[in-house]
């Protein structure tokens, strides 16, 4: 993907972890996730949203418990990457927060994303 070759380890179904995004015609426009020098490299994705801008924000409770932004063009990075236990859904609020589910917190954690 993005001219990023890797080695197919993923999980016990042979298959590597990522987020596809699609267009309207259900065709593949991007592949997250799957190499290093496109963001941060997913463990196990749960739950994904997409701002207003086409970036796209995901919980990946694998290895670190955290939640990565890709951004609609360029390199991704990580923007909570403390604090949380098992990360397993997120949403956008109206008012600029992002609300993430942490599951071995049995809580709702809170962060400011956006200036509203």
Same mark, same amino acid.
């Given at each position: 993907v993005f001219g990023c070759r890797r080695p197919c380890w993923g999980n016990e179904t042979g298959r590597v972890p990522c987020v596809k995004v699609l267009e309207p015609g259900w065709n593949t426009v991007r592949v997250l996730g799957v190499c290093a020098g496109m963001g941060p490299v997913l463990a196990c994705p749960w739950g994904i949203c997409? #701002?207003? #801008? $086409?970036?796209?924000? &995901?919980? #990946? =409770? $694998?290895? %670190?418990?955290? &939640?990565?932004?890709?951004?609609? %063009? $360029?390199? $991704? =990075?990580?923007i909570v990457n403390q604090g949380l236990s098992s990360p397993r859904g997120l949403t956008l609020l109206p008012e600029g927060q992002l609300a993430v589910s942490d599951s071995m917190h049995h809580c709702i954690k809170i962060y400011q994303y956006k200036e509203s």
């Open positions: 997409i #701002d207003t #801008d $086409g970036n796209v924000l &995901v919980a #990946d =409770w $694998g290895e %670190q418990h955290r &939640v990565l932004l890709y951004p609609a %063009q $360029g390199t $991704g =990075w990580p």
